[in-house]
């Protein structure tokens, strides 16, 4: 009962470039699996829904991802956990974190447009950590490139094989369907209006198939079938497994075409939860008795009535029980996990028990950070180490309403432990706040959020650095003498750690050459 409740454990995150319908193939899974009765549309009308993966107030004004969610659904025989992540860049730093969870991705690809910048930087973390990649080649209702250029593209930029599990028959209004290459049958594409939002689809024979979509297309699709038989890559599961080949499918999201083909194959490529490695080098089974996971996203307020702090968890290891106590490795101390839950977006409900892959809600009172272990007794060891990026834009922060003081620190503070922020000082107080971003879109959700989670209005000074290092050996130093260039800045992290604010690239080289023993780093890595 045990192993077979982990071997049906499916755990993923998607991953795209802003607008390739990363979010809509997330809702078109949950449609399949019976989490939801409507999919919703993520951009459009106010009358319209938001999508359910969008929780967050400002995701639905703005029609984008700005936060990880996780979503849990059963599908065929298989319990799957989705990860949906942020595409746009100013936010990638979560989706980083986020992958650290997965076992898998999904990387969906505009059939429009190819492979774009963040999908480049999305697809090194995935290959950094030799994750499996599945490719969705989405918007076949649209017009688009031809899928061997798209193939082209994905292998010479992205440097990863790849193996077709079908293919496109034209694309835009011409659109006819897709050959699946396993079965030899054609699937195709119907409209039923105008608009292509309905559509039907039918299976024929390839011998069939030319009446129905026409002698062109149907010679068009031979030579196309006839090429990849001999000169494409075949499916390997080993390579796959390796990160080495990705198995691409097309589709269309939006009209629900090919979302069904794809999640059936995914299910049966894909393997139950992957080991994990500790901090000492172990590797820790899945099947180990003894539960264990790690903290991989806080998030305050995703309940505003009851304006709670959860922690993503990712189980690891064992299987977890309600109302278990745990030692926390950073804390050093033993914890009740009292209030825990599985995730649905916003949306929680209390759970009993969770295995190897799950992702669960853990109820935070203050005391956890991302990248803390938990562990059941007598064990007590720690998974390797989330790194906090270097933030690139900066700016001081000052609330408008001076006697708002207290909401104003404590929202600072419950964003910035959320990882979306880093928060400096400018002394051992908290008198003068300057936060740091990976991206500027940043600024926007700090104000927003301050403004309807915590009831403050806020005014950014921007700062002109861009480049901030952590001093590594600050416990051998005197960091009070060590000498700077003119455009440099002094600074705290909320653990009292200092670091150093850069207004040019070449400023941190000088200040070690000035500085004999110095060790400067451009990331921290928390174990």
């Known amino acids: 009962m045990f192993e077979q409740e982990i071997n049906k454990r499916r755990t993923f995150a998607i991953i795209s470039h802003p607008d390739a319908g990363k979010t809509t193939l997330t809702e078109k899974f949950l449609l399949y699996g019976g989490a939801i009765n409507l999919a919703g549309t993520v951009k459009g009308r106010k009358a319209q829904r938001a999508a359910t993966s969008d929780w967050m107030e400002i995701e639905k004004q703005r029609g984008i991802s700005v936060t990880s969610s996780a979503m849990q659904f059963e599908y065929q025989d298989k319990c799957i956990n989705i990860l949906d992540t942020p595409g746009h860049q100013d936010f990638s730093e979560d989706t980083y974190r986020t992958l650290m969870a ?219 029980t309600a109302n278990c106590e745990v030692n926390l490795y950073k804390e050093n101390r033993k914890v009740k996990l009292s209030q825990t839950g599985s995730l649905f977006a916003s949306e929680r409900k209390i759970i009993e028990e ?22 059941e007794p007598p064990n007590k060891f720690c998974y390797e180490g989330i790194p906090t990026f270097a933030p690139e834009h900066f700016a001081r922060v000052r609330q408008v309403d001076t006697m708002k003081r207290k909401q104003f620190v404590k929202g600072i503070n419950q964003i910035a432990l959320e990882g979306a922020i880093q928060v400096f000082n400018e002394s051992s107080g908290m008198e003068e706040i300057i936060v740091g971003v990976v991206g500027e879109l940043q600024f926007d959700v700090l104000i927003f959020r301050l403004r309807s989670e915590y009831n403050v209005e806020v005014k950014l000074e921007r700062l002109p650095y861009e480049y901030i290092r952590w001093i590594d050996n600050y416990k051998d130093i005197d960091v009070e003498k060590i000498a700077l260039t003119t455009d440099a800045k002094r600074i705290n992290d909320l653990k009292g750690r200092p670091l150093i604010l850069f207004q040019h690239e070449w400023s941190p080289k000088m200040v070690l050459d000035r500085n004999e023993g110095l060790v400067l780093k451009e990331f921290s890595v928390e174990t």
């Open 102 to 320: 997965a076992d898998q991705a999904v990387m969906v690809i505009d059939a429009a447009k190819g492979v774009e910048p963040q999908t480049i930087k999305l697809f090194k973390v995935c290959t950094i950590r030799k994750i499996p990649i599945f490719t969705f080649i989405n918007k076949l209702d649209r017009e688009s490139k031809d899928p061997f250029t798209l193939i082209d593209q994905i292998e010479e930029v992205l440097g990863i094989k790849c193996c077709l599990i079908n293919i496109p028959i034209s694309s835009g209004k011409s659109f006819k369907g897709i050959y699946d290459r396993k079965s030899g049958k054609v699937i195709t594409y119907v409209p039923k209006d105008s608009g292509a939002r309905e559509i039907e689809t039918k299976t024929y024979s390839l011998d069939e198939a030319e009446a129905v979509i026409g002698t062109e297309y149907y010679e068009k699709l031979k030579s196309d079938i006839e090429l990849l038989d001999g000169a494409s890559e075949n499916y390997d599961k080993e390579k796959v497994d390796k990160g080495e080949l990705t198995p691409v499918f097309f589709g269309s999201a939006l009209t629900n075409f090919g979302v069904e083909i794809f999640l059936d194959n995914f299910i049966d490529m894909t393997n139950p939860p992957m080991a994990r490695v500790d901090n000492n080098g172990r590797t820790i089974s899945p099947y180990d008795e003894k539960f264990s996971g790690f903290v991989f996203k806080i998030q305050a307020n995703m309940n505003k009535a009851h304006r709670d702090r959860i922690a993503f968890l990712r189980v690891c290891s064992g299987k977890f």
């Open 354 to 375: 969770a295995y190897a892959g799950d992702i669960i809600g853990v109820f935070d009172p203050g005391i956890f950070s991302i990248g803390e272990t938990f562990c």
